[in-house]
C-alpha cells in the first residue's frame, strides 16, 4: 500500500497521495514506537512496574512524519531525474580521480606532522592512535573482504590472537627464556610472533570453510569469532579468564625504555622527561604499522597473488576453470588478512598494557567491516578515509554536552552513539552500497588505464 | 537414567524455541537466497513486547486458569502482530532496495539493522536484565529416583508442556498455510522462481513481505516461550538465540520447514545435554563448533536439498 502511494507520488506529485504515504508511515512509526518506548518496564519492590513515555513516543512518530515529507519533497518528487544524478555522481566521481593520490598524500602529511602541531594534545594523540588502529585493522580486513571478496565477521578473533599473543609471550614466556636487559625489546620480538601466530589460526579457521559460499562464510567466521572470546572467558589457567592480563610491557625506543631514570629515553637524547613521548613514539609506532599494511597490500595487489584475489571476487567458477588454485588463494587472503589483525592486536595489547575478553567482541567486528564497507570494499584510500570519519564521529559523539541545554541534563548523547552507527550502516547500504570510494583502480589494462565504476564489479560473489 | 530423562525433557524445550525461531530464517532464505541477521533480534523484541503486554495486563501467578490460559493468549497474538510489523519495517527499509544489488550488501545492511534493534531497545528499556515473576508454577513428577545420595526428582513442568504443545499447534497452523492456502502456494512459487512467479502474475514484494511477517510471528512466540521459560530477559538475548536458531535453520536444510524444527530439536539437545555432561561455560562454544561442522561436512543439511552450482 504505502509503495503504491509511493508510486503514485512519483507520478504526479500529488499532495494527498504524498500526505496519504507519510500518515501510513507514521502509523507503522506509531505501531512500532508505542510498545518499546512507550512503555518502558522498571523493577519496583513487588515486580515490574510500567513507566510511560508518550511524549517520546509522539516525538518520534512525527521526526519519521516529518522526515518521510521531507524525502518526498527534496529527493522522490525527482523521481525521474534519479537516474542522471545517479550518473552525475559517477561523474563527479571521475572528476575527482586524479585529486585522490593527493587526498592520500595530505592525509599522510598530516598524520606525520600531527604530533608537532602546536595544537596537538595527549588527547588528539589518543584519539589518533585510534583512528590509526582502526585504519590498520580496516586495511587488513579489506584484504580478505575487498580483495578476495570473502566476508569476514569474525576477524575480532585474530586482533584478540594477536593482542593474547603478545601479552602471554611477554607477561609468561620472555622472563624465562630473555636476560633482562633484553626485556626491553619484548615489544619488537614479539610483534612478528602475534602476526604469525594470527596468520596460523587464520590458516586453522580458513581452512575448513572454505567451500562455503558468501554469506555461510559470513556466519561460521562470526562463530569462530565468538568461540575464540568464549575460549579466552572461560581458560582461566591460561588467559587469567574475564579478569584479563595486567603488566603488559610497555614498548621501548629499540630497547631504551621510556623511564625517568638514567638509561631512560628521556636523558639518553638528552631531553626533559615527559609522559607524552611516550604516547608519540606509540603514535609513530601504528603509524609505522599502519603504513606498512597499506603498501604491503597495495604491492601484493600487483603480484599474481592479489590479481589472483580480485578474480576470485569477481567470479570463482571461471577461476577455477583457468587453473587458479581458488583453495591457496584464500588461505592466503584469510591468512594475510589476519597477520595484520595480529600486529594491530599486539599494538593494542602494548598500548593498554591491559587486555580482557570484554575488548574483543562482536561489535569490534563489524565496527571494523562497517569502516571497510563505508569505505567502498577493495580502496585503500577509502578505508583511511572512512576509519578518520568513523572514529572522529563516534569521538564526536561524546563531545555533544550542548545537546545537554536542548534536551535536559539526563541526555546523554554517546548512549546514542552505537544506534546512529547501526543505522548509519543501513543507510550507506541503502543509497551508497559502493562506498565512498566507488571508483575502482584496474590492476591490469590493455594499452590505456580506465577507471572502472564500483557497478561494474561484482564484489564478494565468494 | 533419570538425569537423562530429566535432560531430555529440557533439552526438547528449548529446541522447540530455537526450532520456532529457526522457521523464519529458513523461510527468508528460502525466499530471497539472504540471512536475516535481525532476525534474533526481531525475536528480542517479540519478548520485549510480551513482557510488556504481561506487565500491563497485570498478569500473575495468581490468575485463575482460565482467566490465565486467555490472558496468555491474547499476550501471544499482540506480540504476533508486533513483531510482524517490526519485520515487515525491517524488510522494507533495509532489504527491499537492495534487491539486486552485490550478494554481500544485504547481509551488511541486516547487521545494521541487528545493531540498529538492539541499541534502540537497550536505550528505550535500558540495559539491565529484566526480570518477570514465574506466571506459570508447578508439574508433574515423571519419575523419581530414591538412593544414598538424595532424591533427584524427574519434573516436567506445565511451563514445558505449554511451550511443546505450542509449539506444536503452531507448527500444525504454518504447515497448513504453506501447503494448503493461495499465499502458501506463491511462496512456494516464489522460493522456486522469484522471476516467473512474478511472470505469472504473483506480487512478489507482497509475498516477501508477508513472509517476514509470518517469520516474526513465529520469533514472537518464541520469545513469549523463551520469557516464560527463563523468566529474565535483556536487549542482547537475540544475538545468541539468533545464530543458534540459524545453526539449527542450517542443520536442518535451509529452505526445508519441518528441517528449521528438526534442527531446533538437535540444537537444542546438544546444548543442554552438552551443559549437563560436559560443561555449562562452553556450551555456546559446542553451538557454534556444531555450525561450523555442519556447514563443512553437510552443507545441505538433514532435509535440505543439495545445492546445484550453475555456471
Given at each position: 500500500m504505502a509503495e503504491k502511494a509511493q508510486n503514485t507520488a512519483h507520478a504526479g506529485n500529488d499532495v494527498g497521495a504524498i500526505l496519504k504515504d507519510c500518515v501510513f508511515a507514521s502509523l507503522i512509526a506509531l505501531a512500532i514506537f508505542a510498545p518499546i518506548i512507550g512503555l518502558k518496564t522498571e523493577s519496583a519492590p513487588g515486580g515490574l512496574i510500567l513507566n510511560q513515555r508518550w511524549g517520546a513516543v509522539f516525538i518520534a512518530t512525527a521526526i519519521i512524519f516529518f522526515g518521510r515529507l521531507a524525502l518526498h519533497i527534496l529527493f522522490w518528487s525527482r523521481a525521474g531525474e534519479t537516474k542522471k544524478k545517479a550518473s552525475a555522481a559517477s561523474r563527479l566521481g571521475t572528476k575527482l580521480e586524479p585529486l585522490i593520490p593527493f587526498i592520500g598524500v595530505a592525509m599522510f602529511t598530516a598524520a606525520v606532522i600531527l604530533p608537532w602541531l602546536p595544537s596537538t594534545d595527549r588527547y588528539i594523540l589518543d584519539l589518533g592512535t585510534l583512528i590509526l588502529t582502526y585504519m590498520m585493522l580496516g586495511w587488513g580486513l579489506n584484504i580478505v573482504v575487498g580483495l578476495a571478496g570473502l566476508l569476514d565477521l569474525g576477524y575480532v578473533a585474530f586482533y584478540a590472537v594477536g593482542a593474547y599473543s603478545y601479552a602471554l609471550i611477554s607477561t609468561s614466556v620472555f622472563p624465562m627464556i630473555l636476560p633482562h636487559w633484553m626485556m626491553a625489546w619484548a615489544f619488537w620480538l614479539a610483534l612478528p610472533m602475534a602476526g604469525m601466530l594470527a596468520a596460523c589460526w587464520g590458516l586453522i579457521l580458513g581452512f575448513p570453510v572454505l567451500r562455503l559460499r558468501g554469506d555461510y562464510l559470513a556466519i561460521v567466521t562470526l562463530a569462530f569469532g565468538e568461540i575464540i572470546r568464549v575460549v579466552l572467558t572461560n581458560w582461566i589457567s591460561l588467559t587469567n579468564g574475564p579478569n584479563g592480563i595486567p603488566g603488559i610491557p610497555r614498548p621501548s625506543f629499540f630497547g631504551i625504555e621510556f623511564t625517568r631514570g638514567d638509561n631512560g629515553f628521556a636523558h639518553t637524547f638528552g631531553l626533559q622527561y615527559a609522559s607524552i613521548q611516550r604516547i608519540i613514539f606509540l603514535y609513530y609506532v601504528i603509524l609505522a604499522l599502519a603504513l606498512f599494511t597499506n603498501f604491503f597490500t597495495m604491492r601484493l595487489r600487483r603480484l599474481p597473488i592479489g590479481r589472483a584475489w580480485e578474480a576470485l571476487r569477481e567470479d570463482e567458477i571461471a577461476c577455477r576453470s583457468l587453473g587458479i588454485n581458488t583453495t591457496n588463494t584464500k588461505l592466503t587472503a584469510f591468512a594475510m588478512g589476519a597477520m595484520f589483525g595480529g600486529f594491530a592486536g599486539a599494538f593494542f595489547a602494548t598500548r593498554q598494557g591491559f587486555i580482557s575478553p570484554e575488548s574483543f567482541v562482536f561489535m569490534e567486528s563489524a565496527l571494523v567491516l562497517a569502516i571497510v564497507v563505508l569505505g567502498g570494499l577493495g580502496s585503500n584510500i577509502g578505508v583511511a578515509i572512512s576509519s578518520v570519519v568513523m572514529i572522529g564521529g563516534f569521538e564526536l559523539f561524546r563531545n555533544l554536552d550542548f545537546l545537554k541545554q536542548v534536551f535536559g541534563p539526563d541526555f546523554d548523547p554517546s548512549q546514542y552513539r552505537m544506534l546512529i552507527f547501526g543505522m548509519a550502516m543501513v543507510l550507506i547500504m541503502v543509497w551508497?552500497?559502493?562506498?565512498?570510494?566507488?571508483r575502482r583502480n584496474p590492476t591490469i589494462f590493455l594499452k590505456e588505464k580506465k577507471a572502472v565504476s564500483g557497478d561494474l564489479v561484482a564484489q564478494g560473489r565468494g | 537414567m533419570e538425569y537423562f530423562l530429566q535432560q531430555l525433557i529440557n533439552g526438547v524445550t528449548l529446541g522447540s524455541i530455537y526450532g520456532l525461531i529457526a522457521i523464519g530464517y529458513t523461510m527468508v532464505y528460502g525466499i530471497?537466497?539472504?540471512?536475516?541477521?535481525?532476525h534474533g533480534d526481531v525475536f528480542m523484541i517479540g519478548s520485549f513486547v510480551s513482557l510488556i503486554v504481561i506487565v500491563a495486563l497485570g498478569i500473575?501467578?495468581?490468575?485463575s486458569f482460565i482467566v490465565l490460559i486467555l490472558a496468555l493468549i491474547l499476550v501471544l497474538v499482540i506480540a504476533m502482530v508486533f513483531a510482524g510489523i517490526y519485520n515487515w519495517t525491517v524488510e522494507r527499509v533495509a532489504y527491499r532496495p537492495l534487491r539486486g544489488s552485490f550478494r554481500l550488501a544485504p547481509l551488511i545492511s541486516a547487521i545494521g539493522m541487528s545493531i540498529t534493534l538492539e541499541e534502540y531497545t537497550r536505550i528505550a528499556q535500558d540495559a539491565r536484565p529484566k526480570p518477570l515473576q514465574p506466571i506459570v508454577n508447578g508439574g508433574f513428577e515423571v519419575a523419581k529416583r530414591v538412593n544414598e545420595a538424595g532424591t533427584f526428582v524427574v519434573s516436567l513442568s506445565y511451563i514445558q508442556i505449554i511451550i511443546v504443545v505450542t509449539t506444536l499447534i503452531l507448527m500444525t497452523i504454518f504447515t497448513l498455510l504453506i501447503t494448503r492456502t493461495s499465499l502458501g502456494r506463491a511462496q512456494r512459487a516464489c522460493e522456486q522462481d522469484t522471476r516467473m512467479a512474478a511472470l505469472l502474475g504473483i506480487d512478489v514484494d507482497r509475498t516477501i513481505s508477508l513472509t517476514f511477517v509470518m517469520g516474526a510471528a513465529m520469533a514472537a512466540v518464541a520469545g513469549l516461550m523463551f520469557l516464560l521459560y527463563y523468566g529474565v530477559i535483556d536487549f542482547y538475548i537475540g544475538f545468541l538465540a539468533g545464530v543458534k536458531a540459524f545453526t539449527a535453520a542450517v542443520l536442518g536444510g535451509i529452505g526445508s520447514l519441518p528441517g528449521a524444527m528438526l534442527g531446533g530439536l538437535v540444537i537444542g539437545l546438544i546444548e543442554v545435554f552438552w551443559s549437563a555432561y560436559f560443561s555449562v561455560e562452553y556450551k555456546d562454544v559446542a553451538a557454534f563448533s556444531m555450525l561450523a561442522l555442519v556447514l563443512i561436512f553437510?552443507?545441505?543439511?538433514?532435509l535440505g536439498k543439495p545445492e546445484i552450482e550453475k555456471v
Open positions: 551508497r552500497p559502493r562506498g565512498l570510494m566507488t | 530471497i537466497g539472504m540471512i536475516n541477521f535481525a500473575t501467578a495468581s490468575t553437510l552443507p545441505q543439511g538433514l
